[in-house]
Antibody
Framework: QVQLVESGGGLVKPGGSLRLSCAASGFTFSDYYINWIRQAPGKGLEWISVINPSGTNTNYADSVRGRFTISRDNARNSMFLQMNSLRADDTGVYYC??????????WGQGTMVTVSS | DIVMTQSPDSLAVSLGERATINCRSSQSVLHSSNNRNYLTWYQQKPGQPPKPLIY???TRESGVPDRFSGSGSGTDFTLTISSLQAEDVAVYYCQQYYSLPRTFGQGTKVELK
């Protein structure tokens, strides 16, 4: 079935780095924009990044621009988020989401990132 | 950035009664080229990712019960649950996809009275 599966979350110290992955199946991955959306514990949803189908165009929220890098490998049906200079306020569940005209029609189950000393 | 503001933050509704959630955008999300409102509603239950309910402000996602309906245009939108069921207890979010960055409302928690 159509699904996205995130991985790579964990506990990291402030200033550290982490690389998240999003594996897709059940659809033609290379046809779709894919996004990262995060949710701090007990809080709302925050869009953080998008990548176009070919991987040539990206966009970021101001809160992560310059620290996070989104990329994709269409041959492996996968998308990635390299997160550097992590801060405590980056803590939360990170979801990848398939884009439908800018809305998100398919979501993964999420991967938890905790930034703490 | 387009700011999305939902009201109320929470509401308690009896089983079978109507629930109404409002969402206001800081600028219009109606695209003149196709006369569509670039607004989505999501439902999120604890421990789960959000689930899309409504696209284009009023088009139900496949499989969503018809007790869920969306309305509004421009800057003011409403999600209505016509007859609340126990399984509808959740947090509901609106999101605009008119422009980047995509932005969400703060969420409305629906509980049983």
């Amino acid at each position: 079935q159509v699904q996205l599966v995130e991985s790579g979350g964990g506990l990291v110290k402030p200033g550290g780095s982490l690389r998240l992955s999003c594996a897709a199946s059940g659809f033609t991955f290379s046809d779709y924009y894919i996004n990262w959306i995060r949710q701090a514990p007990g809080k709302g949803l925050e869009w953080i990044s998008v990548i176009n189908p070919s991987g040539t165009n990206t966009n970021y929220a101001d809160s992560v621009r310059g620290r996070f890098t989104i990329s994709r490998d269409n041959a492996r049906n996968s998308m990635f988020l390299q997160m550097n200079s992590l801060r405590a306020d980056d803590t939360g569940v990170y979801y990848c989401g398939r884009e439908y005209w800018g809305a998100f029609d398919i979501w993964g189950q999420g991967t938890m990132v905790t930034v703490s000393s | 950035d387009i700011v999305m503001t939902q009201s109320p933050d929470s509401l308690a509704v009896s089983l079978g009664e109507r629930a109404t959630i409002n969402c206001r955008s800081s600028q219009s999300v109606l695209h003149s080229s196709n006369n569509r409102n670039y607004l989505t509603w999501y439902q999120q239950k604890p421990g789960q990712p959000p689930k899309p309910l409504i696209y284009w402000a009023s088009t139900r996602e496949s499989g969503v019960p018809d007790r869920f309906s969306g309305s509004g245009s421009g800057t003011d939108f409403t999600l209505t649950i016509s007859s609340l069921q126990a399984e509808d207890v959740a947090v509901y979010y609106c999101q605009q996809y008119y422009s980047l960055p995509r932005t969400f409302g703060q969420g409305t928690k629906v509980e049983l009275k």
